[in-house]
């Protein structure tokens, strides 16, 4: 069976007063039907424009797409008319946004906007997308859902006000649903009723998930394959099993050696020195190698590829992955 959702070799730029520069580079990964994908890297490292690029959500006027192709099933999301990329957006592709305060709109009811979505796309009466709306909201676990419906989203907690852009962003059922940070500024017990009820939805209705996190805690939960990246590039890509134990990047090695441990010393946590790279920097070779204890000279000189390490398992470090094999 042939995926789901497909990229290649995707660039995309955004025009600044300093011209273009370059958000992300040649990223490419595949989603099988009912499968889950992590993206995790630290911010800036190109993990929500490649989210919105699926949907060409971004500002037209300020972007440009300048290579690859996003296949979604037998059609290219980014050379289909504008009327069918409507139909597909929220209807078949939906995408949770990272705030949900600043995502939805605040005159108008919770309802509303979930019917917003269903009248749109399924031409129901309001009556009848009312009654699904309050439905939709009792699947994402509201409690008193037809009294929450008529509510504002600044009278809901952040954990509610999150499970209503679920119940928008499932509303019609969609194969794929894009979920960018969906746990971001939720303390800990909220965060994981928040993933449970994802894996639960994700089983219900059989639907693809992409999740966004520079969480690795939470990609590990939920996710069965991993796309690691930084500054714009995927540096490794595997199973959740093969990035977890037997990481090959140096970055992904840095990622998890910085994630707290009970039995660790908390006086001193590990980190990664230095940032990541401005947009405006033009950095030759691995764009990693300013900030990697183990870069050699050529690491400096040649950007290297994604190579092989095992079945399914590729990373951007020749030196790794030459020992690997």
Same mark, same amino acid.
């Given at each position: 069976?042939?995926?789901? +959702? &497909?990229?290649?070799?995707?660039?995309?730029?955004?025009?600044?007063?300093?011209?273009?520069?370059?958000?992300?580079?040649?990223?490419?990964?595949?989603?099988?039907?009912?499968?889950?994908?992590?993206?995790?890297?630290?911010?800036?490292?190109?993990?929500?424009?490649?989210?919105?690029?699926?949907?060409?959500?971004?500002?037209?006027? &300020?972007?440009?797409?300048?290579?690859? =192709?996003? =296949?979604?099933?037998?059609?290219?999301?980014?050379?289909?008319?504008?009327?069918?990329?409507?139909?597909?957006?929220?209807?078949?592709?939906?995408?949770?946004?990272?705030?949900?305060?600043?995502? +939805?709109?605040? *005159?108008?009811?919770?309802?509303?906007?979930?019917?917003?979505?269903?009248?749109?796309?399924?031409?129901? &009466?309001?009556?009848?997308?009312?009654?699904?709306? *309050?439905?939709?909201?009792?699947?994402?676990?509201?409690?008193?859902?037809?009294? #929450?419906? /008529?509510?504002?989203?600044? #009278?809901?907690?952040?954990?509610?006000?999150?499970?209503?852009?679920?119940?928008?962003? %499932?509303?019609?059922?969609?194969? +794929?649903?894009?979920?960018?940070?969906?746990?971001? @500024?939720?303390?800990? &017990?909220?965060?994981?009723?928040?993933?449970?009820?994802? #894996?639960?939805?994700?089983?219900?209705?059989?639907?693809?998930?992409?999740?966004?996190?520079?969480?690795?805690?939470?990609?590990?939960?939920?996710?069965?394959? *991993?796309?690691?990246?930084?500054?714009?590039? *995927?540096?490794?890509? /595997?199973?959740?099993?093969? %990035?977890?134990?037997?990481?090959?990047?140096?970055?992904?090695?840095?990622?998890?050696?910085?994630?707290?441990?009970?039995?660790?010393?908390?006086?001193?946590?590990?980190?990664?020195?230095?940032?990541?790279?401005?947009?405006?920097?033009?950095?030759?070779?691995?764009?990693?190698?300013?900030?990697?204890?183990? $870069? =050699? @000279?050529?690491?400096?000189? $040649?950007?290297?590829?994604?190579?092989?390490?095992?079945?399914?398992?590729?990373? #951007?470090?020749?030196?790794?992955?030459?020992?690997?094999?």
């Amino acid at each position: 069976m042939p995926p789901l +959702l &497909t990229v290649e070799d995707l660039t995309v730029q955004f025009r600044t007063d300093a011209g273009w520069l370059t958000a992300i580079e040649e990223v490419g990964f595949e989603l099988d039907e009912r499968a889950c994908l992590g993206i995790v890297g630290e911010s800036g490292s190109g993990k929500s424009v490649t989210a919105l690029s699926v949907l060409r959500l971004h500002a037209q006027a &300020t972007t440009r797409i300048v290579s690859g =192709r996003i =296949r979604y099933g037998d059609r290219d999301l980014l050379r289909v008319p504008a009327r069918e990329l409507r139909r597909i957006r929220g209807g078949e592709i939906a995408m949770i946004f990272q705030d949900p305060m600043s995502s +939805l709109n605040p *005159v108008l009811t919770v309802a509303d906007q979930i019917e917003e979505t269903l009248r749109l796309h399924q031409d129901l &009466t309001r009556q009848a997308a009312r009654r699904r709306a *309050v439905e939709l909201l009792d699947l994402v676990r509201i409690p008193d859902a037809a009294h #929450r419906a /008529g509510e504002y989203p600044h #009278r809901l907690s952040g954990g509610m006000r999150q499970r209503v852009m679920i119940a928008i962003a %499932i509303a019609c059922r969609p194969k +794929l649903l894009i979920a960018d940070e969906p746990t971001t @500024a939720l303390d800990v &017990t909220v965060q994981a009723q928040i993933l449970e009820l994802l #894996r639960d939805l994700r089983r219900e209705l059989g639907m693809s998930l992409v999740l966004i996190s520079h969480d690795l805690g939470v990609i590990a939960e939920i996710a069965e394959r *991993v796309l690691v990246m930084y500054a714009g590039r *995927v540096v490794e890509a /595997g199973s959740v099993r093969q %990035i977890f134990t037997r990481p090959v990047h140096p970055y992904t090695e840095g990622l998890l050696a910085s994630v707290a441990r009970v039995d660790a010393d908390l006086r001193r946590l590990p980190s990664i020195p230095g940032s990541i790279p401005d947009a405006t920097q033009m950095i030759p070779g691995c764009r990693f190698s300013r900030r990697c204890a183990e $870069a =050699r @000279a050529e690491c400096r000189t $040649a950007a290297p590829a994604l190579a092989s390490v095992a079945p399914g398992h590729f990373a #951007r470090c020749p030196p790794r992955v030459a020992a690997a094999t």
